[in-house]
């Protein structure tokens, strides 16, 4: 498999409702969401899927919707992006020594992939996870990345619960570390802190800089 399809129709569901979302918002990127950020990177975060008017809209992952807003200004913060805001994919942002993907690649409807489509796509998050140097480090934003991750390495999924701040040793010398996801719900609710997620990218540039 290729680390990335941009014309992937594997998902029955998923191409049919982005079918439907390009008849209705004919300038949206509407398509499989490629990752983003620094090729050669050290830190891979994985998210859930491209949102709605996101990276749905703008074609780059966790671009122009509200979980975008503090996974950006925290990249800059750490010293991982150029700026702390992510426009569209003409902005002139760079990531350093960062990557960005998801763990589904196209839109679900409601936001909610289904088990049969993320088990179909994690194909590629596996090419992804593969092609990372040796002392990586994958940071798992959510449950279901943390799963997505495990199954792209062959891992059994009791053996690594997720937790934020969590962090598990893995294969070739990688490692996962968990988050709570940057969501909506997640900020406004205050399961997930500006302090908390900081402290997750504390605990990532330590590891790279060791």
Do not use: W
């Amino acid at each position: 498999m290729p680390e990335f399809d941009p014309s992937c129709t594997r998902c029955p569901r998923l191409a049919d409702f982005l079918g439907e979302v390009r008849l209705k918002h004919p300038t949206y990127y509407a398509k499989p969401v490629p990752a983003f950020g620094d090729p050669d990177a050290r830190l891979l975060i994985v998210g859930l899927a491209p949102g709605m008017h996101g990276a749905n809209a703008t074609g780059r992952p966790f671009t122009g919707d509200f979980a975008g807003i503090l996974l950006y200004q925290t990249l800059h913060k750490f010293g991982f992006a150029s700026a702390p805001e992510s426009l569209n994919r003409d902005d002139g942002l760079t990531l350093s020594n960062c990557r960005i993907t998801n763990a589904v690649k196209c839109l679900p409807p409601e936001n909610k992939p289904v088990g049969g489509e993320i088990n179909t796509c994690n194909d590629f998050l596996a090419d992804e996870l593969s092609a990372l140097a040796d002392g990586s480090l994958v940071m798992a934003l959510g449950t279901i990345a943390h799963r997505a991750v495990l199954r792209g390495l062959g891992k059994k999924q009791s053996q690594f619960k997720f937790a934020h701040g969590a962090v598990h040793p893995l294969e070739r010398s990688l490692t996962m570390i968990d988050s709570y996801h940057c969501s909506r719900y997640n900020t406004q609710t205050r399961r997930l802190t500006p302090q908390m997620f900081e402290s997750v990218f504390k605990q990532a540039r330590d590891f790279l800089e060791r």
